[in-house]
């Protein structure tokens, strides 16, 4: 094959296409009960946007990001993620507020340049939320309850919800101090990555998969023990309303995710079947964000799930079965002068609103039927020599195999 598509970007072919298109619709439904509003932004924005917002010295800003020059000599980038680049919208165009809850969604594709493996891939889909306006924990509460929501109507109940706070721009530093104090002795036989981590963002060491690091980190100090009186009256509301509305979950202790704008909450949803990679969706607030951007002191809470992970999880867990979409009807022509006829009824067909289609290489009848099956086709109109001089079609019930001659006009009836 000459041409094959990039390393890490995998398409989406018509056999997945039905399962992604109930994957939309849900979140959709779900948006709307929610009162969010979509969003679309550009998949390129300045690179500066993403270095300030996620962290210069995180993987996506320091490894992952797709960066180009562009002809007009500006430093671009392929969106890594959507949250920056929704605030920057919303501060473009004047959308957020202080005294104003601001809900929106989007859909769409990331890029991240990352090592492809199963659940990771260079070009991804997210479908996801931000919420600006209110610092309140109930509303924290609302975004997990629509992510949970979204999965238990695709029929996924098991999902493991993981919750954490990792503190504020006050609590914080008592923390990584902390941290850093623990760490100390132990740094030398830890991962690389987890040097650079100690040095420029301590917490996220907490964040670290590697083996030998992990009996380290298990001992670690946790952030929910250095949080200040806020944080800590926040996090324990989050819980209580949690609970109140059945939302199982867990306190997971080391959960600090990959980002560096998150405060307060961070929460993810894990799925068992995912192997390595098992975050669906991960989420957090982010109140110093907007101001961090050059807006108004506008706190923000939100999450993004993977499509890539959850279509994976739907097609392992058989939760959905991806069906091809059928057509109702499937025109059958005999002959030159009847494919005529059947391109000029299959169009009225189609205006009539019924799905349609026809033979259009002049196959024999069996071959017809046969495809018309394939097709998921309820009827057939078949359309020979001897009918169209009687002015009729002959209407084939494709799962009865039962047939009647009959006017098109009637058919069509008959079919609707
Ligand atoms: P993040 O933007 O890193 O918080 O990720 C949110 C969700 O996006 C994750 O829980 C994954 O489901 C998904 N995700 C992140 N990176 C990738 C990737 N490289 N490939 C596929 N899915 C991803």
């Known amino acids: 094959m000459k041409y094959q598509s990039l390393r890490g970007m995998k398409g989406i072919l018509p056999e997945e296409t039905p399962l992604w298109q109930i994957i939309e619709k849900t979140c959709d439904k779900n948006f709307q009960r929610f009162n969010y509003h979509e969003i679309r932004t550009p998949v390129l924005e300045m690179s500066d946007l993403f270095t300030r917002a996620v962290g210069g010295n995180t993987d996506i ?3 992952e990001m797709y960066s180009f020059v562009d002809r007009g000599n500006r430093k671009v980038t392929l969106r890594p993620e959507a949250t920056a680049a929704v605030v920057r919208a919303c501060l473009q165009h004047n959308l957020i507020s202080k005294d104003k809850l601001t809900k929106l969604f989007y859909f769409g594709p990331m890029f991240r340049y990352e090592r492809p493996q199963a659940g990771r891939y260079r070009q991804f889909h997210q479908v996801g939320i931000e919420t600006f306006g209110s610092a309140s924990p109930a509303v924290d509460a609302e975004t997990i309850l629509l992510a949970v929501k979204i999965f238990r109507d695709l029929g996924l109940s098991d999902l493991e919800v993981d919750i954490n706070s990792v503190g504020c721009n006050k609590c914080r530093p008592n923390f990584t101090q902390n941290l850093k104090h623990y760490l100390k002795g132990s740094i030398v036989k830890m991962c690389e990555d987890c040097h650079k981590r100690y040095q420029h963002n301590t917490m996220r060491v ?7 690091c992990q009996h380290i980190i298990e001992e670690a100090p946790s952030t929910v023990d250095f949080l200040c009186d806020e944080c800590r009256v926040d996090f324990e509301s989050l819980l209580y309303i949690l609970k109140n509305l059945g939302i199982n979950f867990k306190v997971n202790k080391r959960l600090v995710r990959g980002l560096d704008y998150y405060t307060k909450t961070t929460y993810e949803i894990v799925s068992n079947v995912l192997g390595a990679q098992n975050a669906v969706c991960g989420g957090g607030r982010y109140d110093k964000l907007v101001s961090d951007l ?3 002191e506008v706190p923000a809470v939100g999450f993004a799930i993977g499509l890539e992970r959850l ?9 959905l079965s991806s069906k091809p ?11 030159d002068k009847a494919k005529i006829s059947a391109i000029e009824y299959l169009h009225k067909a189609r205006q009539a609103g019924i799905s349609a ?5 002049g196959k024999k009848l069996k071959a017809q039927l046969k495809n018309a099956d394939r097709l998921g086709a309820l009827y057939a109109l078949i359309l020979g020599d001897d ?6 079609v002959i209407l084939r019930d494709m799962i009865s195999s039962s047939q009647t001659e009959l006017s098109f006009e009637e058919a069509l009836k008959k079919i609707k």
């Not at 279509?311 to 939760?319: G, Q, R, Y």
């Not at 009918?387 to 009729?392: K, Q």
């Open 61 to 63: 800003v320091s490894k």
């Open 206 to 212: 907490l964040d670290c998969k590697k083996p030998k």
């Open 311 to 319: 279509v994976e999880i739907l097609k392992t867990t058989k939760a």
């Open 387 to 392: 009918e169209l001089s009687r002015n009729t």
């Open 325 to 335: 979409q059928a057509i109702t009807l499937y025109f059958a022509p005999l002959g």
């Open 294 to 296: 050059g807006g108004p």
């Open 357 to 361: 289609d026809m033979d259009y290489f």
